[in-house]
């Protein structure tokens, strides 16, 4: 078992950042994959960056690629993910994630029923 507490979202205008927050409690000693989806009410959920707690290798979607960072404190159990340059397709409701394959935060869309997730938070770019 793995819960998952996210902070950090908010409002930004274009071009700004915002960095997000997963604190991680159980199982997470194993190599496994934790990071982010986002979802909004016209998409299906899709993944946008993760990284592996086995070897510290990053998967990130083409869409974000060059201005999303994540890292990791395992010190504090605690995933981050710098966004930068935030544009208003970013816009999302930001989920952390825990054990879904690793192929699956490059973009696609999470199997159904698998994983540990927290409660979400919200991102908002205005233009």
């Known amino acids: 078992q793995v819960r998952l507490v996210e902070s950090g979202g908010g409002s930004v205008q274009a071009g700004g950042s915002l960095r997000l927050s997963c604190a991680a409690w159980?199982?997470?000693?194993?190599?496994?994959?934790i990071g982010w989806f986002r979802q909004t009410p016209e998409k299906e959920r899709e993944g946008v960056a993760a990284i592996s707690t086995g070897d510290d290798s990053t998967y990130y979607a083409d869409s974000v690629k060059g201005r999303f960072t994540i890292s990791r404190d395992n010190a504090k159990n605690t995933v981050y993910l710098q966004m930068n340059n935030l544009k208003p397709e970013d816009t999302a409701l930001y989920y952390c994630?825990?054990?879904?394959?690793?192929?699956?935060?490059?973009?696609?869309?999470?199997?159904?029923?698998?994983?540990?997730w927290g409660q979400g938070t919200q991102v908002t770019v205005s233009s």
């Open positions: 159980g199982n997470t000693y194993n190599d496994i994959c």
């Open positions: 994630a825990a054990g879904i394959g690793c192929r699956y935060y490059r973009g696609y869309a999470p199997p159904r029923n698998t994983g540990f």
